[in-house]
Structure formats: structure tokens, C-alpha cells
């Protein structure tokens, strides 16, 4: 941050989305970088004078505006550690966290879509700690918070106390928290050197050059926002656009108008806008060099349509907040169906690769039923990584340690890939599933995700999410839950007729299909299974 401010001081560095008012107090910030650095240091001129220290931990619940963006800085700057949660935390999950981290400090707001986080949910924390929050409306006992770029540094003993401070990048600077797909939340703590190590796999996936404007509207929460943005905008002295919530016509806009490079979205909504390209074409896109997307396996028709039709090169990218940092590019993988469907090796001896994570991290794949080491293509396993991407392990979190790291140090991730043929596809991994998502039909392992890819093309289909559904003769028999786009029916002939003609064994054809109006997403655009086949289990009661 302070290389990017020395070498880009009158930069625009930080941009909140125009519509912020819709949703929260204070007007929209457009900072360069030199007034971003003197909001950062009175920020953390105030949080010194309020008591906060090095190694303190503070929760933090704010969407993304440039606030947050700044209490990285701020906070970092103090060696404060970190600890964001999503805005669709609720008091619920909130005492969870402050159980796990013992927080000195929650920061939030006093509007968000006419709640006032700062007193209801700032309500868990007040016994315990001190709550600062940015708004209008600030509660009794909380601390106000202002951005002000204009106004003069602050003179306090902090600079003093920064000056005399030891912080090195191997110190904890963040505990964001797992989704909960996988169970329980848990708290991951990751130190400066591991958010580089992976920040690296999206850096060297887009290829980004310095000064760019960069688009993020994944909250700024966790691996896809923190390593994928955060990070990579200071690197290259970007500029950072900030987008939440998720609304298609200001992210288009946004795109339009600030002549955005690089962003990430979800794989249902790049698919959506070139089944709608009346949508897409209405605005101007020409700016846009390439786009992430990931949390699910991306279909040929998608990566095709935008490299063919629109030169924008979509990257495929597999990360998770414990380390896993896979990327395809255009120059790990040209081919457009080849990079829907696999990710490069990283890590993997004799294999070499252009992005540089490929030398921060070790991948090897272990069979679920023997724990051996799987080299030859067609046997799935599950994927385990170490190296300086990975974080130490949950926090305070003995027990699930020891049930997630080998004996050896590796991570075990819970999800499945398999090595997909000989020669040059042998450098490569296929996605397949998680672990619990693998749907077990008569003693057959099938991927939901294979399915819901060839399912994402069909012409009636806006959305699609297939599960296993509880089947006392099989076991498990194939579900599929759909969106219809507008006007539409969808019959489960539809389905299997589509996936017939595409050669798809019988086997893996839907079996039971409930169409409905939307599927649950979590904060990073990720269909949540667990509860789609939960509305299946609603259905059939």
C-alpha cells in the first residue's frame, strides 16, 4: 500500500458504487490514493486512542463500501487482526464468533437496507468489548466513525506507537469464517504471506497490469474478495470499484462507466446474461479483458461464448479461505472447454506453469476408500494441499485439526477431483464434487455438478441445482431442481430428453424435478445443496 501510494499518490485508488444511498448512509467516496492513506492512518489514529492494540481482534460487519476497504489498512497498520463476517450474519451467528475470538472491538454500520447493525446486532458485543460504527443514526455507548479525506492528519502518540511496532508477514492479519457447507462455521486465520501466496493465482490468471480498474462485488469476506481483489489491487496500484448488493443493471453500468478490466461473478449469472444478450449489448463491455468465475464448474457454452463472441476471456478459479488457489487461464489453458472443465496441476513435480502459485503449494490426490496416492487418470480422490497458501488451521479448533491435516501437513479439502486422461490431459485436474455432494445411486458415485454443467445449456432452464434425493430402494435417486426462465415450462422429459441427445448415460438422468421461483445462494453466489435438497424433503413430506 504505501509502494502504490509513493508511486500513484493522485491515482483514483477506491470507488463505492453511485447507488450507495439506496442502501446506506453517506455519500459515495471516490479516493485516490493519497487521500485513501490519510483516511487509513486517522482511522487508525482513532482505533489507538480508543484502546485497540497489536494482536487485539476485532469483528467486523460491513458490506462493501469503502469503509471496509480502508479498515484493512487501518487496521493492519496497528497489527490489529481482522475478523469479517457477511452481512447475513445475525445476532445468531454473530455470538457464535464472538465466542470463538474473544473480540476487543465490533465494528458495523447504522443503516443497511434500514437496519441499524451498529445497535441490534452491535447488541451481542457491547457487554464485552467496544462498538464503533460508521452512519447517522449512532446508538448510545457505540463510537462514531467518519471518513474524511479532507481532513488534516492526526497528531496523537499512534504514529509513535506504529513506528515502534514488530509486524512481519507471517502475523495473523485476518480470521475470516468457513461458509458452512461443510458444517459449523470455523474460524481461519491467515497471516500477510498466505493471502499473498494465493492473491498471486488470480494476479497471474488475469494477467493485471498496473493502474487498471478492477470490479469486485463478491463481499470482501473471504479468499474470493480478500486474495482475489484486495491484495491484487494494491500490487498493481488499481483501482478498486466496489459493488454490494448484487444488482445486474448498476454492475453493468458500473462496468460501462468506469471502464472496467477485470471482475468475477458467479457462473449462473455469466451464463444467464449470454442466454439474454438483448442485456448484455445494451451496455458498452469493451473494456473488459477477462472475468473470474468459479464456486461451481463452468460449462463450454458459457467460456465459448464470451472468448468467441465478446474477445473477454473467462478464467476458471477454485479457492477456498483454508489455501486451495487453482486457476485457469488463457495461457494455462487456451482451449476453451478444456479451461470449463480442468485446472493445472499446481504444485505437482515435473509440471511447470506460467502462474507462479504452481511454485507455492504442493496438490496430491488421495483415494477415499484405500488413503492411497492416485498418479493414473480416471479414479477420483480427494484433493489435499500444503504449502504457503494453506493456513495453520482453524482456530481454536483442536479436534477438527486433527480430523483435516494428514500426518504429513496436508490439508485435506473434502473435495473430489480426478486426473481426466493420458498425455497432456494428465497435467490437469477435473472438479467432481465435495465429498458429502457426491450422490450415491445403487452403489454408483455420481457428480451433481457434471449434470447441472450440460443442464445449464438447455433453452428452458435459467438455473439448476442437482442433488440426491433419499431413496429407500437406490439409496439416493437423481433431483433436479429448476428455474424456468420466464414463460417457460419445464417437464422432467425436458430434461432427460436434452441430456439423452448429449449422450449422457442413463443412469445420471434426473429422476425427480420440482421446479421452483429461486435457489438458495450463500455471499459468494454458491447454490447451497444441502438446502435444495432440503425443498426436496418438503416436497415429499
Known amino acids: 500500500f504505501r509502494a502504490a501510494v509513493q508511486s500513484s499518490p493522485n491515482h483514483l485508488a477506491l470507488v463505492d458504487q453511485f447507488n450507495r444511498s439506496d442502501f446506506t448512509d453517506g455519500k459515495a467516496q471516490r479516493l485516490t490514493f493519497a487521500e485513501l492513506a490519510n483516511v487509513a492512518d486517522n482511522l487508525a489514529a482513532a482505533f489507538y486512542d480508543n484502546g485497540l492494540r497489536q494482536d487485539d481482534i476485532v469483528v467486523v460487519q460491513l458490506p462493501n463500501i469503502a469503509e471496509l476497504a480502508v479498515l484493512y489498512l487501518a487496521l493492519g497498520k496497528l497489527g490489529v487482526i481482522l475478523s469479517p463476517v457477511p452481512v447475513q450474519y445475525g445476532p445468531f451467528e454473530l455470538e457464535k464468533a464472538r465466542k470463538v475470538v474473544e473480540p476487543a472491538a465490533f465494528i458495523s454500520l447504522t443503516n443497511f437496507k434500514g437496519k441499524n447493525f451498529a445497535s441490534e446486532h452491535g447488541a451481542v458485543f457491547r457487554k464485552d468489548c467496544k462498538v464503533f460504527c460508521f452512519g447517522d443514526d449512532v446508538p448510545d455507548g457505540a463510537i462514531a466513525l467518519t471518513l474524511s479525506p479532507d481532513a488534516p492528519p492526526a497528531d496523537t502518540a499512534c504514529t509513535a506507537y506504529v513506528d515502534g511496532l514488530e509486524i512481519t508477514a507471517n502475523d495473523i492479519f485476518t480470521i475470516c469464517w468457513t461458509s458452512g457447507t461443510t458444517g459449523q462455521p470455523k474460524g481461519v486465520p491467515r497471516s500477510h504471506n498466505m493471502w499473498m501466496a494465493s492473491a498471486v493465482g488470480s494476479h497471474d490468471a488475469a494477467l493485471l497490469r498496473d493502474n487498471e480498474t478492477l470490479l469486485n462485488p463478491f463481499p470482501v469476506v473471504n479468499m474470493a474478495a480478500i486474495g482475489g481483489f484486495l491484495y491484487c489491487w494494491l500490487m498493481r496500484a488499481c483501482t478498486l470499484v466496489l459493488h454490494h448488493p448484487f444488482d445486474m443493471q448498476v454492475f453493468l453500468k458500473q462496468i460501462q462507466d468506469e471502464k472496467i478490466a477485470y471482475t468475477i461473478a458467479p457462473p449462473a449469472v455469466l451464463t444467464m446474461l449470454l442466454k439474454k444478450r438483448e442485456i448484455l449489448e445494451s451496455v458498452d463491455i469493451s473494456s473488459l479483458r477477462c472475468i473470474g468465475s468459479g464456486s461451481a464448474p463452468l460449462s463450454e457454452f458459457m467460456v465459448a461464448g464470451f472468448g468467441r463472441d465478446y474477445d473477454i476471456e473467462i478464467l476458471n478459479i477454485f479457492g477456498s479461505n483454508e489455501g486451495i ?160 426462465k420466464p414463460d417457460e415450462t419445464v417437464t422432467l422429459e425436458d430434461l432427460t430428453s436434452f441430456l439423452k441427445e448429449k449422450g449422457m448415460a442413463v443412469f445420471k438422468l434426473p429422476e425427480k424435478l420440482l421446479c421452483v421461483d429461486a435457489l438458495p445462494y450463500n455471499a459468494t453466489g454458491k447454490i447451497q445443496r444441502r438446502d435444495v435438497k432440503a425443498m426436496f424433503d418438503k416436497e415429499s413430506s
Open 325 to 484: 488457489c487453482l486457476a485457469s487461464g488463457p495461457k494455462e489453458l487456451p482451449d476453451y472447454a478444456e479451461r470449463a472443465q480442468y485446472f493445472p496441476r499446481f504444485g505437482v513435480d515435473s509440471l511447470e506453469w506460467a502462474n507462479r502459485t504452481g511454485n507455492n503449494m504442493k496438490t496430491r490426490l488421495v483415494s477415499l476408500e484405500s488413503g492411497e496416492e492416485i498418479t493414473e487418470p480416471g479414479k477420483q480422490g480427494e484433493l489435499e494441499i500444503w504449502g504457503s497458501t494453506v493456513f495453520d488451521g482453524y482456530y481454536k479448533s483442536p479436534e477438527a485439526n486433527a480430523e483435516v491435516f494428514s500426518a504429513d501437513g496436508y490439508f485435506r479439502t473434502g473435495d473430489v477431483f480426478e486426473i481426466p486422461g493420458e498425455g497432456e490431459q494428465s497435467k490437469f485436474y477435473k472438479y467432481v464434487g465435495r465429498c458429502k455432494d457426491i450422490i450415491v445411486r445403487g452403489g454408483v458415485n455420481i457428480s451433481p455438478d457434471e449434470i447441472d454443467n450440460e443442464l445449464a445449456a438447455h433453452p428452458k432452464v435459467a438455473e439448476v441445482c442437482v442433488v440426491g434425493v433419499d431413496d429407500e430402494i437406490m439409496g439416493e435417486r437423481i433431483g433436479a431442481a429448476i428455474v424456468p
